[in-house]
């Protein structure tokens, strides 16, 4: 099914996505593929109301908290990107992804000791993967 959607202009394949929200509407997963397709998109308030919607369905997954940190930090909301990165490496402490962005935001905020703490947290992370 994903090749067929490649293969649609983005206007379709979020309305087949709005459907499947509307077939499947207490799904995280239909959240989280509508959630994908509105931020490559750029529409970026509507992605972080798809993962507002999608955390009421799954609460405690790290991947809909880091995505909507994702968004928030591209909307520049930077405090609100840093706790939801915080909530994503609750559950899941070794998201190196997470640990770098969160450096990525409390740089943009001027908290280099703070930025430096989570990029070595992520480093040591991706060392120990490889």
Known sequence: MSSLLLERPKP???SFLNKLLKIEPDTDNSCYNQGNELFKSGRLEEA??????????????NTIWYNRGVVLLNLG???????????????????????????????????????????????KLIVTLS
């Open 48 to 61: 972080l109301a798809i993962c507002d919607k999608a955390l009421e369905f799954n609460p405690d997954d």
């Open 12 to 14: 379709a394949i979020a």
């Open 77 to 123: 909301q930077l405090e609100k990107a840093i706790d939801s990165y915080d909530q994503a490496l609750k559950f899941k402490p070794d998201d190196d992804a997470a640990w770098y962005n969160r450096g990525v935001a409390l740089l943009e905020l001027g908290r280099l000791e703070e930025a430096i703490a989570s990029y070595d947290n992520a480093l």
